[in-house]
């Protein structure tokens, strides 16, 4: 099991950037595949950027693909979520999520965070 805490997120400009911050802790945490997610208000949860256990892999949905990067730093168990070229529809509430296996952490991962608030101002 992991635990994962997000951090980074808040108010920004249209066409600012932010970068979310997840710490994972738990047994054989780097050993997860990890995702991203997202939730606008009054709109069912979407999934934003996924990455390998190992790093060597990341998936992205199309709507932030060129704009947002994944990665991860196994050593210090933190998956970054930089988020450049914001747009106001980028608003909402992003959660960090882990997953044993790859071809769920985009779909219906196993473990997630509490969230973080990102708006984007027009």
């Known amino acids: 099991q992991v635990q994962l805490v997000e951090s980074g997120g808040g108010l920004v400009q249209a066409g600012g950037s932010l970068r979310l911050s997840c710490a994972v802790s738990?047994?054989?945490?780097?050993?997860?595949?990890m995702g991203w997610f997202r939730q606008a208000s009054g709109k069912e949860r979407e999934f934003v950027a996924a990455?390998?256990?190992?790093?060597?892999?990341?998936y992205y949905a199309d709507s932030v693909k060129g704009r947002f990067t994944i990665s991860r730093d196994n050593a210090k168990n933190t998956v970054l979520l930089q988020m450049n070229r914001l747009k106001p529809e980028d608003t909402a509430v992003y959660y960090c999520?882990?997953?044993?296996?790859?071809?769920?952490?985009?779909?219906?991962?196993?473990?997630w965070g509490q969230g973080t608030q990102v708006t984007v101002s027009s």
């Open positions: 999520a882990a997953d044993w296996n790859w071809a769920q952490v985009s779909i219906q991962p196993d473990y």
């Open positions: 990455i390998r256990k190992n790093g060597a892999g990341t």
């Open positions: 738990g047994r054989a945490s780097n050993m997860y595949a």
